[in-house]
């Protein structure tokens, strides 16, 4: 038994290494399902960005244009591939072996990358990429180390670059100035792209929003269905205790 603790005490931190890091700070992600204006937008954003390497191999464009509300004629028009049909599976044409040879390793089918990292975690990872010279595809990311993915968002980011620079720490209570401090391994923008920071955080939050819905489309009409299965428990519970109460009775 006391080998067996010794080898969890050991494993925890590789664990803590797989789930993506959990010493970096991640941002918060406010996820909204019922947002279906930014489930849209994420979408869209996926298919023009992200689908040329990364598949949603279990999930089916008619699927998407009926929870997300996209008119299938539009659907087809705008984010179907011409040589798909909208009753398919969310594939792409990059064959394995040469995503393994262009970029290391397979880029991976993303469908439930939002179960597997979080919402917070790709949130965070896709507005932390920084200028690398080091790297095969010039980035890294301060969340994902060495990462082997190209920054496809580069252009509407800017260069984001990590260094010393001045940080917002608090505010003067007197002059309600805000007070900065000089700090390294600072992510920063050294060139602003065709988006404001604001708007760049705003398209990333629609891109994992809509990665969140695909991993898991259901999960709307789950939280529906169990309010109602709550309801009917409280209702039900009555003439069960009734009955429990009837049948113990005359049992002394």
């Given at each position: 038994?006391?080998?067996?603790?010794?080898?969890?005490?050991?494993?925890?931190?590789?664990?803590?290494?797989?789930?993506?890091?959990?010493?970096?700070?991640?941002?918060?992600?406010?996820?909204?399902?019922?947002?279906?204006?930014?489930?849209?937008?994420?979408?869209?954003?996926?298919?023009?960005?992200?689908?040329?390497?990364?598949?949603?191999?279990?999930?089916?464009?008619?699927?998407?244009?009926?929870?997300?509300?996209?008119?299938?004629?539009?659907?087809?028009?705008?984010?179907?591939?011409?040589?798909?049909?909208?009753g398919e599976l969310m594939s792409n044409a990059m064959r394995k072996e040469d995503g393994k040879a262009w970029f290391g390793a397979t880029p991976p089918d993303l469908?439930?990358?939002?179960?597997?990292?979080?919402?917070?975690?790709?949130y965070t990872y896709l507005r932390s990429f920084y200028e690398d010279p080091s790297r095969p595809w010039g980035v890294n990311n301060a969340v994902f180390k060495d990462v082997g993915m190209p920054h496809v968002l580069a252009d509407l980011q800017g260069r984001q670059v990590k260094g010393t620079a001045q940080v917002a720490v608090g505010h003067d209570t007197l002059t309600g100035q805000e007070i900065t401090e000089e700090k390294e391994g600072v992510l920063y923008l050294a060139e602003e792209g065709s988006l404001s920071t604001a708007e760049y955080d705003k398209l990333v939050f629609d891109l994992v929003n809509f990665l969140t819905y695909v991993a898991e489309p259901i999960a709307v009409e789950r939280q529906r269905i169990g309010w109602w299965v709550l309801l009917f428990l409280a209702i039900f519970f009555v003439p069960v205790y009734m009955l429990n109460k009837e049948m113990w009775r005359d049992i002394k």
């Open positions: 038994m006391k080998k067996l603790f010794i080898f969890l005490a050991a494993m925890v931190p590789a664990i803590a290494a797989a789930a993506g890091g959990s010493h970096i700070h991640l941002d918060e992600h406010k996820t909204d399902l019922h947002d279906k204006a930014s489930l849209q937008r994420g979408a869209k954003v996926y298919m023009n960005y992200c689908m040329g390497c990364h598949s949603l191999e279990h999930a089916r464009y008619n699927r998407v244009a009926r929870d997300l509300d996209i008119p299938e004629e539009l659907m087809m028009e705008n984010l179907v591939f011409p040589d798909k049909k909208i469908t439930l990358v939002a179960r597997v990292r979080r919402p917070d975690w790709l």
